[in-house]
């Protein structure tokens, strides 16, 4: 498995400002993802991050108000532009240690973002 | 919209009883993984079952996949307090070369001394 860890682990934000979440690994991974869980609420792909390439965004996510970053296999950090009181939730990360189908994933704790 | 339906949303059992819940879902998939999430932090891989399988066994855990009903079940025997968490199960879907994790609803599991 892999040890992820994110920070912050919490923020406060005011609405119209953005924050960046940041997603180390201690080890190489291929592929790492980035979620949002809202309040008591499943799970939801935002993105894929893959090294090297430009992030895959699922339906209903943009790249201008979830920008993401993935500079090498170890590292990745996904920013949450222009909050509002709606971007209130858990984004957590996780990776897939090598690619291909059939693999678990490992996730961080998370960081539980509110927005006044 | 959310691949998978968990079946129950939630669920309180005795200590030492054994707790079931059921995921189903709505496209093919290549495998189906179990997660639990302890109160709102990162989730745990539990076990994951490819398409091929119908049963696969973790310790306590007990996992089954019927992909002729699209329905998958987990099992776990002998239950404690520290397995009171949310449960979620997800489906893994070909995505563009990659494979992708849908999740579904959850059953929040309370297990009761």
């Known amino acids: 498995s892999a040890v992820i860890s994110q920070k912050p682990s919490r923020d406060i934000c005011q609405r119209g400002t953005s924050l960046t979440i940041q997603c180390q690994v201690d080890?190489?991974?291929?592929?790492m993802f980035w979620y949002r869980q809202q309040p008591g609420q499943s799970l939801t792909l935002i993105a894929t991050?893959?090294?090297?390439?430009?992030?895959?965004?699922e339906s209903g996510f943009v790249i201008d108000k979830f920008p993401i970053s993935r500079p090498n296999l170890t590292f990745s950090t996904l920013t949450v532009s222009n909050m509002s009181p709606e971007d209130s939730s858990i984004y957590l990360c996780?990776?897939?240690?090598?690619?291909?189908?059939?693999?678990?994933?490992?996730f961080g704790d998370g960081t539980r973002l509110s927005i006044l | 919209s959310q691949q998978g339906e968990e079946d129950p949303q939630a669920l309180s059992i005795q200590e030492g009883e054994n707790a079931t819940m059921n995921c189903s879902y709505k496209?093919?998939?290549?495998?189906l993984q179990w997660y639990r999430q302890n109160s709102g932090r990162g989730l745990v891989h539990l076990i994951l079952?490819?398409?091929?399988?119908r049963e696969k066994h973790s310790g306590r855990l007990r996992v089954t996949l019927d992909t002729s009903k699209k329905s998958s079940s987990l099992l776990i025997t002998a239950s404690r307090a520290a397995d009171t968490a949310s449960y979620f199960c997800?489906?893994?879907?070909?995505?563009?070369?990659?494979?992708?994790?849908?999740f579904g609803t959850g059953t929040r599991l309370t297990i009761i001394p």
């Open positions: 996780s990776v897939a240690i090598t690619g291909g189908w059939n693999q678990p994933q490992h």
């Open positions: 080890s190489q991974v291929t592929m």
């Open positions: 991050a893959n090294q090297g390439s430009e992030a895959t965004y």
């Open positions: 496209t093919s998939i290549n495998n």
């Open positions: 079952i490819r398409s091929n399988e």
């Open positions: 997800a489906t893994g879907i070909s995505n563009f070369g990659n494979e992708k994790l849908t």
